[in-house]
């Protein structure tokens, strides 16, 4: 049963990601614009959307919100993924062993994708030069959905050997794009430990999905002084990606909404 519900919810999760979608992002002038997903998307003009810009000084310390802990469990060394190119972004699958524990509750990962060329959210005048961004879901409750956010930030040279996984694993995926015709596939993650095994600092708020069906009620996380390195080029060769129609996805970031009284709480003092 709990895969199925497991299943229910990754659906319902990546509906958004499906191919031949009426919505998109400005480079992309033939399809929906994000000022007008609420059109066809009534929940995008909700009162809890995502992104919003989080101004430290108007959050709320709580000393309830403990240290987020990542495990991944890859007994083989070897970690099978799968992979997709849609219309705003790509997409990674795992095959297991991936999962979060936030306060008493123990989340599984579902897909992580990334967003350029900026971060989604803003912290005070602080902005990524992209985005990573991981969707989990309750191990016991199909329906609470916590996504994180992780700030990527443009270096000419990647030297940090803790985020250097992540970075191959992005680098391959580009790589098998730009040798075959299909935007879908798979491959091994040989490289290593992908996500921290512990988030310290951090903001919480109550949020939406960032894109059509644009639903609330997700616990949004985004890192505080947990960033990731990637190599400049790298963010290059993601603005050249091309959707279903052939266009340039130069951007996939949705504008900040409006925070409509909202208390983003963190986790440090």
């Known amino acids: 049963m709990m895969k199925i519900a497991l299943l229910v919810a990754l659906l319902g ?14 480079s992309e002038r033939t399809l929906l614009q994000p000022e007008y997903w609420g059109t066809e998307y009534p929940t995008c003009y909700g009162e809890e959307q995502t ?36 219309t705003y972004t790509i997409t990674l699958t795992p095959s297991d062993g991936h999962t979060l524990q936030f306060g008493e509750t123990t989340y599984n990962l579902l897909k992580t994708n990334f967003l350029w060329p900026r971060s989604e959210h803003k912290i005070d005048h602080r902005r990524g030069d992209g985005g990573w961004r991981s ?5 016991n ?10 700030f ?3 270096v000419e040279s990647q030297q940090n050997q803790e985020t250097e996984p992540i970075i ?5 995926v580009l790589d098998k794009l730009d040798s075959q015709e299909s935007n879908q596939g798979a491959l091994n993650n040989t ?3 992908l996500f921290p095994a512990r988030i310290g600092s951090y903001y919480k708020y109550e949020g939406s999905l960032a894109t059509p069906p644009c639903k609330q009620g997700v616990t949004r996380i985004v890192t505080a002084d947990y960033s990731v ?18 266009v340039e996805i130069q951007s996939n970031t949705r504008p900040t909404q409006r925070r409509n009284g909202r208390i983003v709480k963190r986790s440090f003092n």
Not at 13 to 26: E, K, L, M, T, Y
Not at 141 to 150: F, P, Q
Not at 229 to 238: E, F, K, S, V, Y
């Open 135 to 139: 969707y989990w879901i309750n191990q």
């Open 191 to 193: 490289f290593g430990r």
């Open 51 to 86: 992104p919003i810009v989080i101004r430290s000084r108007h959050t709320n310390y709580d000393e309830s919100l403990g240290v987020i802990r990542i495990s991944e469990y890859i007994p083989t060394g070897i970690e099978a993924w799968s992979f997709s190119l849609n």
């Open 13 to 26: 999760c990546v509906a958004a990601d499906q191919d031949n979608v009426d919505w998109g992002f400005p």
């Open 152 to 154: 990527l930030n443009a």
């Open 168 to 172: 191959s694993l992005l680098t391959s």
């Open 229 to 246: 390195d990637i190599p400049a080029q790298l963010i290059n060769r993601l603005q050249k990606l091309k959707d279903q129609n052939g």
């Open 141 to 150: 409750d199909a329906n609470d959905e916590l996504v994180l956010s992780i």
